[in-house]
């Protein structure tokens, strides 16, 4: 299976923001639903954002307000705007592509390798 690829990932200061991007090599995102997830330590997994063919988006609670998720098809990438970030947005942020729309990790394929967020003081 074609890894997507995360970058963007780095230590930010609580309220400060951060702009996670993912591409893939060897097909086209925006064929499929592109989500975001993210996985602290001794957690599992969790869908963040996830964002259609259409350009219709989807967020958890906690994000809602905060994260922006966004679509470049031109250079089929997908982007993670977080903003007002805080020390529990803390993780290792991974993107994945779904035939459906969800956010149930289950359902989603072509995992990439992830890109560490950090927020601390």
């Known amino acids: 299976q074609s890894e997507l690829v995360e970058s963007g990932g780095g230590l930010v200061q609580p309220g400060g923001s951060l702009r996670l991007s993912c591409t893939a090599s060897?097909?086209?995102?925006?064929?499929?639903?592109i989500g975001w997830f993210r996985q602290a330590p001794g957690k599992e997994r969790e869908g963040v954002s996830c964002?259609?063919?259409?350009?219709?988006?989807k967020y958890i609670a906690s994000v809602k307000g905060r994260f922006t998720i966004s679509r470049d098809n031109a250079k089929n990438a997908v982007y993670l705007q977080m903003n007002s970030l805080k020390p529990e947005d803390a993780g290792v942020y991974y993107c994945?592509?779904?035939?459906?729309?969800?956010?149930?990790?289950?359902?989603?394929?072509?995992w990439g390798q992830g890109t560490q967020v950090t927020v601390s003081s």
């Open positions: 994945a592509a779904s035939a459906v729309w969800t956010l149930d990790t289950t359902m989603y394929r072509n």
């Open positions: 060897k097909f086209t995102l925006n064929r499929y639903v």
């Open positions: 964002i259609g063919s259409s350009g219709v988006t």
